[in-house]
T-cell receptor, first 112, second 111 residues
């Protein structure tokens, strides 16, 4: 099946640092999605990417759709304590346009 | 905003019990999903439904069944709960792929 390899598995950073995480696949995706899960809650969509090469920002978050369509990146600038959580990448399972597959997540811890 | 409500945040059940996890959404979405979340394994799809009374197996359907009698409600059923079904269960609904909305989850412990 279409699997997403997300790295790193976890990160421990100091408040104010920048963060980078990525997601790769052996399959081509037409959409890349990034979700964040706060402790004790369900995941919430952060950014959606629909076109190869696309770079999209949401506040301090920036995500890119890789030009090969097999990878995506999420950057967080100037991290703050509320950035703590699990970040998931996701993409649609072909040929469906409504079913997603998820990466295993990156657990982010921010030390104040 | 779309709201997806899972009936329980925490459940403790005994091995062999039949368990029902309920999920309700309020935005007329066709698609509804049940995922299971375990540390290090991410989100794994158990079952999904793309219309009333329609369902399809996901990646890990064994030991589970589902029911969708009304558009807004999607139930996950553990026919005979086992300890390896102790997990966080997440329900989601959507119209299209980028519109997934998740519930807050049900943490199920089977003892």
């Amino acid at each position: 099946g279409q699997q997403l390899n997300q790295s790193p598995q976890s990160m421990f950073i100091q408040e104010g640092e920048d963060v980078s995480m990525n997601c790769t696949s052996s399959s081509i995706f037409n959409t890349w999605l990034w979700y964040k899960q706060d402790p004790g809650e369900g995941p919430v969509l952060l950014i959606a990417l629909y076109k190869a090469g696309e770079l999209t920002s949401n506040g301090r978050l920036t995500a890119q759709f890789g030009t090969t369509r097999k990878d995506s990146f999420l950057n967080i600038s100037a991290s703050i304590p509320s950035d703590v959580g699990i970040y998931f990448c996701a993409g649609p399972v072909a040929p469906s346009n409504y079913k997603l597959t998820f990466g295993k997540g990156t657990l982010l811890t921010v030390n104040p | 905003d779309v709201k997806v409500t899972q009936s329980s945040r925490y459940l403790v059940k005994r091995t062999g019990e039949k368990v029902f996890l309920e999920c309700v959404q309020d935005m007329d979405h066709e698609n509804m999903f049940w995922y299971r979340q375990d540390p290090g394994l991410g989100l794994r799809l158990i079952y999904f439904s793309y219309d009333v009374k329609m369902k399809e197996k996901g990646d890990i359907p064994e030991g589970y069944s589902v029911s969708r009698e009304k558009k807004e409600r999607f139930s996950l059923i553990l026919e005979s709960a086992s300890t390896n079904q102790t997990s966080m269960y997440l329900c989601a609904s959507s119209l299209v792929v980028s519109g997934y909305t998740f519930g807050s989850g049900t943490r199920l412990t089977v003892v």
